[in-house]
């Protein structure tokens, strides 16, 4: 008669072969699995919450709760008075473990007053593009990151650009105008994420999708981001393009009510390869 296996023998066999797998099945599995970005988009408003309190910390916590790879961040302070003379990109960037990039809009009270991309995908290169100005100067700021494998050289690369549109429509589609110019020339896909302060069938996100090509996938369940208490309208947006490259997976609004007077959004994306029959290439 066989004897029946201890659980000692079971626990040596799974091991040895799993050592006998060794590298190559781990690449293998590395390699082949799809590439995902998840995108956050959030509004904050310079950390004051609807409790009238302003909190870095808070936000950086609705940050963390979703595990995004690259956050697009509206209304944000660099050393104002307004908010203790906090560098809230550097800040939030520590909080949530990943690198800041902040673009100014315009100086205010003895600082300035802009926007920031967070990310924790190495950073290419980035620029804080101008636009054309409203009430207040616009920018936007785009953002190359690499999407890196273990084990292999450098990966696809996105461009990210995070923006805050304003103020009446005649300004905001100027100022989509010059977005579809600024990256009409640019091979890379491009995330286009923010605070656009236009509803889903206004003049300028026309614009941006039939002129700029940007696709506006639909969210699931409620879609208003503002007022972030009772929110009535949808006016926050992550867009991406091409659609050959990607496909979505998740996209909802965040139901986050205190934090700030905006819910955040979140996209999740699987990248698709330009050609599919195009192995990565092992880094030596």
Known sequence: MGRTPTLSSVLSCGLAALFLQGPTHAVAQVENEPEVVRILAYNIKHGLGMDGNVDLERVAAVIRSVEPDVVTLQEIDSVTARTGLEDQATRLGELTGMQA?????????????????????????????????????????????ELLKPGYGKGPQLVVVGVHLYANAAERLAQAGRLVELFADEEAPVILAGDFNSIPESKVMRLLEDTGGWQRPAKEGQAFTFPSEIPDREIDFILFRPRSRFSVREHRVVEETVASDHRPVLLELELLPADPNAPLERAP
């Open 101 to 145: 990039m902040f673009g100014g809009f315009m100086d205010y009270r003895g600082g300035r007053y802009g926007m920031a991309v967070l990310s924790r995908y190495p950073v290419v290169e980035w620029q804080n593009h101008r636009l054309p100005d409203g009430a207040e100067p616009r920018s936007a700021l785009a953002a190359r990151v």
